[in-house]
């Protein structure tokens, strides 16, 4: 997020405010880069996850935190909701349920202490995938089978991949199973070509039935990059197969390069890449890396909220909420909250099923008309002055709400929910940061200054 510095004009006006002072010592602050301690304030941060959760660190190494650890990835404190991967053996692609055709693997235990193979949590080794000197197409896929959801059902597929030799272009495939195999694909499918070398994205295909499509390339530790997939399948699908083609690259002066999935095996020297933590979640987003082996398994909600230490209680009905946030996407099945002080529409501030960026008080609502971006750091505000309400983005005001039954004191006398609501359900899925609460109704300049 680009930062909003003031000018000379506006710090003059800053420094003869009203709210002079406040600015600098806000009433609770929490910076939630690598704790959960407040800076210079009482207060104190309370987190719970049932399960051990992976993140990725400042370094981009796959890392991963104990029960009840919070996780602080660059863009701050990732809060994520519950989520299961339902792929098994999702490091191990010897496994006979992990299908290969045209294609055979290699590891560190056939192949001596090869550094490459290290993987993107760099403790543990990946495996390389190579073609074989067969005609036809080189893959490797993962059926999974579930009962027919009955409605439209989002779903996400991850991998971590990175070049070995030969090739730099691989396309991956979400798709219904074919009943054959072998490089075939089913009726409903969402797939695109992905450029290994410098992380493009290109000639994205889908059915008809398909929607909300989006893919995307997170580089990680290593030369590795995470691939994602995203898609809403129609509700009579009862299984989907997720699959990785290698591709043979070929440049022709009249077409330019040409991308054959249908190749000759190139004997001796084969085309390969390295594959490592397979993921497939029914999530509109593609959440932190779940280890699973025989089975099925489930990370925890992160679950974040303040108590006050009830050091408050101003009866002006003056407070504003300052917090940094990005969401991991934009689309949802729920609200999400950012902040909550109880309940599901009372003095929040949250991402609609959309994305866009509202507030709520006293079951009365406003929203930005402009939806926001996944994996886009934001600075969000939200300020009530006795009933009156307004909402910024970025040090703007964006939307408005004038409310004719105001609230005496709007500032929380006990705790203040972080990534969710008091039900712990409509989880942020995101980062938040630099969480401020003032105990005046700061003013638009002050607002873009702090």
Same mark, same amino acid.
Request: glycine letters at 10%; one cysteine or more; aromatic letters at 12%.
């Given at each position: 997020? =680009?930062?909003i510095y003031?000018?000379?004009?506006s710090l003059?006006?800053q420094?003869?405010?009203?709210?002079?002072?406040?600015l600098?010592t806000? =009433?609770?602050?929490?910076?939630f880069?690598?704790?959960?301690?407040?800076?210079?304030?009482n207060?104190s941060?309370?987190?719970?996850?049932s399960?051990?959760?992976? *993140?990725?660190?400042?370094?981009?190494?796959?890392t991963?935190?104990?029960i009840?650890?919070?996780?602080?990835?660059?863009f701050?404190?990732?809060?994520?909701?519950?989520s299961?991967?339902?792929?098994?053996?999702?490091?191990d692609?010897?496994?006979?349920?992990?299908?290969k055709?045209?294609?055979?693997?290699?590891?560190?235990?056939?192949?001596?202490s090869?550094s490459?193979?290290?993987?993107p !949590?760099n403790?543990?080794? %990946?495996?390389?995938?190579? !073609?074989?000197?067969?005609n036809?197409?080189?893959n490797?896929?993962?059926? @999974?089978t579930f009962?027919?959801?009955?409605?439209?059902?989002? *779903?996400s597929a %991850?991998?971590?991949?990175k070049?070995?030799?030969?090739?730099?272009?691989?396309?991956?495939?979400?798709?219904?199973?074919?009943?054959?195999?072998?490089?075939?694909m089913?009726?409903? *499918?969402y797939?695109?070509?992905a450029d290994l070398? &410098?992380?493009?994205?290109?000639?994205?295909?889908?059915s008809?039935n398909?929607?909300?499509?989006?893919?995307?390339?997170?580089?990680?530790y $290593?030369?590795? /990059?995470?691939?994602?997939?995203?898609a +809403?399948?129609p509700?009579?699908?009862t299984?989907?197969?997720?699959?990785?083609r290698l591709? /043979?690259?070929?440049y022709?002066?009249?077409?330019g390069?040409?991308y !054959?999935e249908?190749?000759?095996?190139t004997?001796?020297?084969?085309?390969a890449?390295?594959?490592?933590g397979?993921?497939?979640?029914?999530?509109?987003?593609?959440?932190?890396?779940?280890?699973?082996?025989?089975?099925?398994?489930? #990370?925890g909600?992160?679950?974040? *909220?303040?108590?006050?230490?009830?050091?408050f209680?101003?009866?002006?009905?003056?407070n504003?909420?300052i917090? &940094?946030?990005?969401?991991?996407?934009?689309?949802?099945e729920?609200?999400?909250?950012?902040f909550?002080?109880?309940?599901?529409? /009372?003095?929040?501030? +949250?991402?609609? @099923?959309?994305?866009h960026h509202?507030?709520?008080y006293?079951? @009365?609502?406003?929203?930005?008309?402009?939806?926001i971006?996944?994996?886009?750091?934001?600075?969000?505000?939200?300020?009530? &002055?006795n009933g009156?309400?307004y909402?910024? +983005?970025?040090?703007? #005001?964006?939307?408005?709400?004038?409310?004719?039954?105001?609230?005496?004191n709007?500032?929380?006398? $006990? #705790?203040?929910?972080?990534?969710q609501?008091?039900?712990?359900t409509?989880?942020?899925?995101?980062?938040?940061?630099?969480?401020?609460?003032?105990?005046?109704?700061?003013t !638009?300049?002050?607002?873009?200054?702090?």
């Open positions: 997020m =680009a930062r003031p000018s000379l004009g003059q006006n420094l003869n405010s009203p709210n002079h002072g406040i600098d806000p =009433a609770l602050n929490f910076p880069k690598d704790n959960l301690n407040p800076l210079g304030t207060g941060a309370v987190f719970t996850r399960t051990v959760g992976t *993140y990725i660190n400042r370094f981009g190494v796959v991963t935190a104990a009840d650890a919070p996780r602080f990835e660059k701050g404190l990732l809060l994520e909701s519950p299961t991967n339902i792929l098994k053996y999702s490091e692609l010897s496994q006979s349920s992990v299908w055709y045209n294609a055979t693997y290699s590891s560190i235990a056939t192949s001596g090869d490459a193979y290290l993987a !949590d403790t543990t080794y %990946s495996y390389k995938l190579l !073609d074989t000197g067969e036809g197409i080189h490797i896929y993962q059926d @999974t009962a027919a959801p009955g409605s439209q059902t989002v *779903y %991850s991998i971590f991949v070049l070995a030799s030969n090739t730099r272009t691989i396309r991956f495939i979400l798709h219904t199973p074919d009943g054959v195999g072998h490089g075939g089913g009726t409903e *499918y797939s695109f070509y070398l &410098d992380g493009t994205i290109f000639n994205e295909q889908l008809s398909v929607d909300f499509t989006t893919s995307f390339l997170t580089p990680v $290593g030369g590795w /990059y995470r691939v994602n997939l995203i +809403r399948f509700g009579t699908i299984g989907l197969r997720f699959e990785t591709v /043979y690259e070929t022709s002066g009249s077409v390069t040409v !054959d249908n190749y000759p095996g004997v001796g020297n084969p085309s890449i390295y594959l490592w397979a993921q497939l979640e029914s999530s509109y987003y593609c959440t932190s890396y779940i280890k699973t082996t025989t089975v099925d398994v489930t #990370r909600s992160d679950n974040l *909220y303040i108590n006050t230490d009830n050091q209680n101003y009866p002006t009905g003056q504003t909420y917090m &940094d946030f990005d969401v991991l996407g934009v689309r949802s729920d609200q999400r909250h950012l909550s002080l109880g309940g599901f529409n /009372y003095n929040l501030m +949250r991402i609609n @099923t959309v994305g509202n507030a709520q006293n079951a @009365t609502g406003y929203s930005d008309s402009i939806p971006e996944a994996n886009t750091v934001y600075r969000g505000a939200v300020r009530y &002055d009156d309400m909402l910024f +983005r970025n040090g703007f #005001r964006v939307a408005e709400k004038k409310n004719d039954n105001p609230q005496s709007v500032f929380p006398s $006990g #705790r203040v929910y972080i990534g609501n008091s039900f712990a409509q989880d942020l899925n995101g980062h938040i940061s630099n969480f401020r609460i003032y105990d005046a109704a700061l !638009d300049d002050e607002i873009r200054l702090v």
